[in-house]
C-alpha cells in the first residue's frame, strides 16, 4: 500500500494535519501568525544549509528554526526594536540568505517551487517515518504539557505563581514550532506553511466553546482539507500543496457563513 | 479584633529580608522586609510605580530578588488573583473551564466557589462575555478553589463599581475567615482596605511606614505621599469601624452599605 505515492501523500498530509490543529491553536491564541511566517522562511535557509553540508534536510530545517525561534526570544527582551521589525528583520533575512546559497550551489539542481510550495507527492517511506515519529512526540508532548501551555498563554505570573513553569513552557513550545515547520515545508512548501496552522484554527474557533474542543476541531477541519485538496489535485492535476490551502481556506469561508 | 485572627508566632508563608529589584540600572524597590502570616491580611499600597507589583511578583516568584531573600514556606500554595486577563477572543473559554485552569476540581468545589463570590450565574458563560466585575468574581473564586495558603491579588477593583469595591473586599476577608490563609493585597488606595486589613505596607520605592491602618493614615510620610484630603476622608471609615466591630462580628453587607452611603465622599474625590 505504501508503494502508492498517493498512499504516502495522503498519511503525510493527515500527519502533519493533525498536530497542526493543537500547534496552530496557541499560534492563534499568541498572535505568533508571523513568528510561524518567519520560521517557515527560515525553514530554506536549512535546506540550503543542509544541502551545502550535506546533512539531513529536516533535521537542519528543525536546526536552524529552532535557531532563529530562540534568537527571537532572546531578542525580543533585549532589543529596542519592536517585535514586527525583529521579526520581519529576521525572516526576510533568512529568506534571502536561503535564496542566495542555493542560487551559489551550482552543483545542486533544486527544485525550487517544490520548495517554496512544497512537494506532498514526492513523500518517501522514510519521510514518513520522520512525520510519524516526529507527530507521536509532538502530540505526547502537549498532551503531558497541555496545561503548562494553556496556563501560559493566558497569565504567565499566574501560571509562575501557582506552580507551574511558563519559561519552559514558552521554550518547549517554541520547538515543537520549530519541529512542526520542519514537517510541514515538505508538505505545503516555505510559503504556505503557517497557512495550515491558521487556517484550521481559525475555522475551528468558530465551531467550538473550549480550547481542548478547538484544538480537536482545527485537527479535524485540516485531515479534511489534506484529503478533499490531494484527491482534487489528483483529479484536475493541479498541485497539492495550493490545493490543500484552497480547501482550508473555503472551509474557513463556510463557517463565517453559518454563524453569520 | 481583627488581628486576632492572624496567629504571630505562626511560621511566615512568605517573607521578604531586604529584597530588592534591580532594572536596567535602576532600583524599582529596594529594602522590603516584610512577612505574611496564616490568617493575616497584608495591604500594600502606594502610588504608580511605587513598586507594589514589583514587590508582588518577588512573592510570585515571577521576579527574584537581586538583593536580599523571598523565603517561603516549603510546598505553599498561592493562588493569584491577577489585576486582569490577557486573554485574546480568539481562544474559546468558558467560566467552568477557566476555574480549572491550574487544579482539577469537581463540578461541586467549582460552583461552590463560584457562589461564594457570587459569580454562580456565569459559569456557563463565555470569559470573554464577562463585565469587568463579573470576570473580578470569577478570577477570585479560581483562586479561591485551590484553597490556597496564600492569597496574593493585585489591584483586584479595576473595572469594578465603588459599591462591588467594598463587596470584594469583604468577600477577601470572609474567603481569609473560611480557608484561614494569608492575604497579600495591592491596592492603590488605602481607605476602602481599612475595614479589611490587618497590616499596610505604603511603598515608594522603599517602605515609606508600615503599621494598622488607622496608625499608617496618620503617619506624616503616608499623608505627605496621598494628600492630606485622602486623611481626612479616613476618618469616616474609622468610625465606622469602631462602631462594626464593638461586638466581634462582621458586618452584615446590606446594613454596611447603606450606613455607609452618607458618609462616604463620592470615589472620585477620594481616588483624585
Sequence with gaps: MLEDFFVRALLAGLGVAVIAGPLGCFVVWRRLAYFGDTLAHAALLGIALGLLLELNLFFAVFFVAAVIALSLLALQRHSALPSDALLGLLSHGALALGLTVLALMTWVRVDLPALLFGDILAISVSDLAVIGGVGVFVLATLLVMWRQFLTETLDPDLAEAEGLHPRWARLVFLLLLALMVALTMRIVGVLLTTALLIIPAATARRLTGSPEAMAVAASAVGCFSVIVGLFASLHWDLPSGPLIVVVAFGLFLVSLVRRG | MLTDRADKNAEPLISLEGAGVQHNGHWLVRDITFAVRPGEIVTLIGPNGSGKTTTVKMVLSVWLPDTGQVRKKENLRI?????????????????????????????????????????????????????????????????IARKPDLLVLDEPVQGVDFAGEIELYRLIGEVRDRLGCGVLLVS?????????????????????????????????????????????????????????????????????????????????????
Design chain 2, 79 to 143: 493562588g493569584y488573583v491577577p489585576q486582569r486577563l490577557a486573554l485574546s477572543a480568539s481562544m474559546p473559554m468558558t467560566v467552568a473551564r477557566f476555574m480549572q485552569l491550574t487544579a482539577r476540581l469537581s463540578a461541586a468545589e467549582i460552583s461552590s466557589s463560584l457562589s461564594e463570590t457570587g459569580a454562580a450565574n456565569v459559569l456557563r458563560s463565555s470569559l470573554n462575555a464577562l463585565s469587568g466585575g463579573e470576570l473580578q468574581r470569577v478570577l477570585l473564586a479560581r483562586a
Design chain 2, 188 to 272: 492603590h488606595d488605602l481607605h476602602l482596605v481599612m475595614a479589611a486589613t490587618d497590616r499596610v505596607l505604603c511603598l515608594n520605592g522603599h517602605i515609606c511606614c508600615q503599621g494598622t491602618p488607622t496608625s499608617v493614615a496618620s503617619d506624616a510620610q503616608y499623608r505627605k505621599l496621598f494628600g492630606e484630603h485622602t486623611a481626612a476622608a479616613l476618618a469616616f471609615y474609622e468610625h465606622h469601624h469602631d462602631h462594626a466591630h464593638h461586638n466581634g462580628e462582621t458586618i452584615p453587607l446590606a446594613e454596611s452599605d447603606a450606613e455607609r452611603s452618607d458618609a462616604v465622599p463620592s470615589p472620585e474625590t477620594i481616588n483624585r
